[in-house]
């Protein structure tokens, strides 16, 4: 019998959620960001759930010749363009869309030989300071971008560092309304937490949202918010099973390190998922494990194939038991990724991401 680890990727969660950030901007289009192998949901795995959506976007070229083998034949888009010359003829060869954010780019467009028209997505330096144009040098790229027979069509786009916190949007929409205002073409600005957080307030145009996180299931501006607030729902469900059972007596230690000291007779599981799966290594006692369903405590280190959890909320558990470390357990109860990813000091992001190749994955 293989271990009992198992993830699932939840498809109805994923168009549910799909459907929340739609919503949210209902006159815009959704590109569905599957970057990083669909936030570790992998792209296969997750593409029924979100072909609703009205494009993909991605860096990765694999991810991009994947899509399209899963017949995928709606717009994908490079969110960091082209590494190098010969990765055009790719999006020549695929229709590809790409964004453009360096001269150098534009210097390997103005080079390339191609019938085919590229539709591209010149991005602007807002105020993150990682890729793109800054404004002073965004309409100079404008211009050369247009005079070029390669292109097709510009869009604009820039990406938000602070919408999900008190900082919010308003000097980087500035920057970006005061350079655009006057120039044609599609507009995409906001990320998951400006799509929930700032729509209603958007003055710009705004013709393709660009939701990641969301619509994985995890609220982009946690603590400030749940996912159960934005009514959000967990897209992946990493489970388990109690593989042992230890009765521990005042004053016993658990772990590597000793970190957990019974202060009377305590009931543990050893739960067969450790860091080696993906399960942070960073959580510490007290982080929330459901089994069978029922909220408990971890208890002392997680170690690389196990943790450990008290089981005193759950008298009748044993080996056997199920096992939930973040998602939705079979009685229907959520432990959000959101709060382990607090108890490890991260993001959701980074969980699902880290989701080990070791475990076995399940589209329900
Ligand atoms: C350019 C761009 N757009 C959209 C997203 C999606 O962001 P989020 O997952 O926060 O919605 C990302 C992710 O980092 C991104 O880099």
């Known amino acids: 019998m293989p271990r009992p680890i198992q993830a699932t990727i939840h498809s109805a969660a994923l168009s549910h959620n799909l459907t929340r950030a739609r919503q949210a901007a209902p006159d815009a289009k959704v590109w569905a960001i599957v970057k990083a192998n669909a936030y570790g949901h992998g792209i ?5 759930g979100l072909r609703s959506a009205d494009g993909f976007a991605l860096l990765d070229l694999n991810e991009a010749t994947e899509l399209c083998a899963l017949d995928w034949r709606g717009p994908i888009l ?19 869309w790409h964004v453009v954010h360096c001269n150098e780019q534009i210097d390997m467009l103005a080079a390339h030989k191609t019938q085919q028209g ?42 938000f560092s602070d919408a ?29 937490a400006a799509t929930l957080r700032h729509s209603g307030v958007l003055t710009t145009r705004s013709d393709w949202i660009r939701p990641g996180i969301a619509v994985y ?17 967990p897209t992946m469900t990493l489970a388990s099973k109690i593989i042992g059972v230890q009765q521990l007596e005042a004053g016993d230690t658990v772990g590597y390190g ?15 998922c450790g860091y080696a799966d993906g399960y942070p290594r960073h959580c510490a006692t007290g982080t929330p494990m459901l089994v069978n369903g029922v909220r408990c405590r971890m208890v002392g280190r997680v170690s690389m ?11 009748g558990a044993g ?39 070791r475990v076995p994955v399940v589209v329900d």
């Open 217 to 233: 299931g995890s609220a982009p501006d946690c603590p400030a918010h749940s996912a159960e607030h934005w009514g959000l729902q």
């Open 118 to 159: 590229h539709r591209v997505f010149l991005k602007m330096n807002s105020g993150m300071n990682r890729l793109g144009f800054k404004p002073e040098r965004y309409r100079a790229a404008w211009t050369r971008l247009n005079a070029l027979p390669q292109v097709d069509e510009i869009s604009l786009m820039t990406h």
């Open 305 to 315: 194939d196990m943790v450990t959890v008290d089981l005193s909320p759950v008298p």
């Open 319 to 357: 080996i056997g038991s199920d096992v939930t470390l973040w998602g939705r357990a079979s009685n229907g109860v959520v432990l959000p990724i959101d709060e382990i990813a607090q108890a490890a000091g991260t993001v959701a992001y980074e969980l699902m991401c880290a989701l080990a190749p």
């Open 258 to 272: 000793s970190t957990f000291t019974a202060d009377g007779p305590l009931t543990i599981g050893i739960v067969a």
């Open 78 to 96: 490079l969110l960091e363009g082209c590494f190098e010359a010969r990765d055009l003829e790719l999006c020549s060869g695929l229709g590809l």
């Open 164 to 192: 999900d916190n008190g900082k919010g949007i308003s000097a980087q929409l500035a920057a970006f309304e005061a350079t655009t205002h006057d120039l044609p073409g599609e507009r995409s600005l906001s990320n998951s």
């Open 44 to 48: 296969a795995r997750a593409f029924d």
